[in-house]
């Protein structure tokens, strides 16, 4: 769930806590402050409603989503401490200067206005405030995990099918691959070098590159070997320069992430041209990958016709790794650029 779907339930849930304790004032008529003084019954409850949903949003919006989802149990406890002085400061601030500048009286008696004991006795406002927020925080992320792991299975189910329909018996496509390398060893090298990769490549494909995450080594060598092909088709009228620069160890990454921009830049950009070839960056840093990708822009083709390819790239970056991914392209003067930065596995 996303802030603009959720801020409607967080609205409804405000307008019930509300009236439910507006509701309570009035079953408590006679012992409330709010109906023995209507209007200054009113200035407290403003004021106690700004410091309740001034905490409220704090901790829904800052304090859980940067503390819980990163596990780190440290700053969350930290974090929902300091929450008890924010609604104290908040509710002092208008309560014993603002409204005391305007009515000329305060809520709390002289003996009771001390640091200590106001943040004492606004404790359990606070609290209500602080629970509540953390409740829903974790109820919309149960609810949205909920629905990514859906979401997932569904596209893992849906690609499964897709493999389905296309698939050429395995065992038989290997099986053959093996004969032509064996016959061709010994007398074209070469071509027997370009079967065993075009076998590697797509065992890779039909075995191994159905799980989620894959070994970042391995993701690299396919890259290297769907150039390969590109490089034996075009001779020396390739002109792509791949750059990896990082420490490659036990990283792993999101399986076939990689090659789609490859494959854009082949199938739809210019890489025959020496005066502007097409770039690929891949930079390894201790706990993300960053690739950046340019080229000209094909006339025959443009990259309009890749849109679904793209959105579905996006989507399943967010399923998994929610916001902590960034993902830009953009077309300009006949030149793609594109840019993703990715959190990587270490095991």
Not at 14 to 39: L, P
Not at 144 to 170: F, G, R, S, V, W
């Amino acid at each position: 769930m996303k802030l603009k779907n959720t801020f409607k339930y967080h609205f409804i849930l405000g307008f019930i806590i509300i009236a439910m304790d507006f509701f309570r004032a009035y079953v408590t008529g006679g012992h409330d402050r709010f109906f023995s003084n209507i209007q200054l019954g009113l200035l407290y409850k403003t004021t106690f409603y700004i410091s309740f949903f001034s905490v409220y949003a704090i901790n829904v919006g800052i304090i859980c989503p940067r503390t819980l989802i990163r596990k780190n149990l440290t700053y969350f406890i930290l974090g929902q401490i300091s929450l008890f002085f924010i609604f104290a400061g908040i509710r002092y601030f208008l309560e014993e200067i603002v409204i005391y500048n305007i009515a000329g009286f305060h809520n709390y008696h002289d003996s009771t206005r001390t640091f200590w004991y106001y943040i004492f006795d606004n404790s359990y406002y606070s609290l209500k405030a602080i629970l509540f927020s953390t409740f829903i925080y974790l109820l919309f992320r149960f609810i949205e995990n909920n629905n990514k792991i859906h979401e997932l299975q569904l596209e893992h189910k849906k690609a499964e099918l897709d493999a389905l329909k296309t698939q050429l018996e395995p065992h038989f496509l290997f099986n053959t691959l093996n004969v032509f390398y064996s016959e061709l060893a010994e007398t074209q090298p070469e071509t027997a070098k370009g079967i065993h990769k075009l076998s590697e490549l797509l065992r890779y494909l039909t075995y191994e590159a159905q799980k989620d995450y894959m070994p970042l080594k391995k993701e690299l060598k396919f890259i290297k070997d769907y150039i390969y092909f590109y490089e034996k088709r075009f001779e020396d009228n390739l002109f792509l320069n791949l750059s990896i620069n990082g420490e490659i160890r036990d990283q792993e990454i999101p399986s076939l992430i990689l090659v789609h921009f490859i494959e854009n830049i082949c199938k739809h950009g210019v890489i025959n041209d020496k005066e502007n070839p097409a770039k690929i960056s891949i930079n390894i840093s201790e706990d993300s990958l960053e690739l950046k990708t340019y080229n000209k822009v094909s006339n025959v083709k443009n990259y309009s016709s890749t849109g679904i390819g793209r959105e579905n790239l996006k989507k399943r970056l967010e399923l998994l790794f929610n916001n902590d991914f960034s993902f830009e392209h953009k077309e300009i003067n006949n030149t793609y650029t594109a840019y993703l930065k990715l959190p990587i596995k270490n095991n």
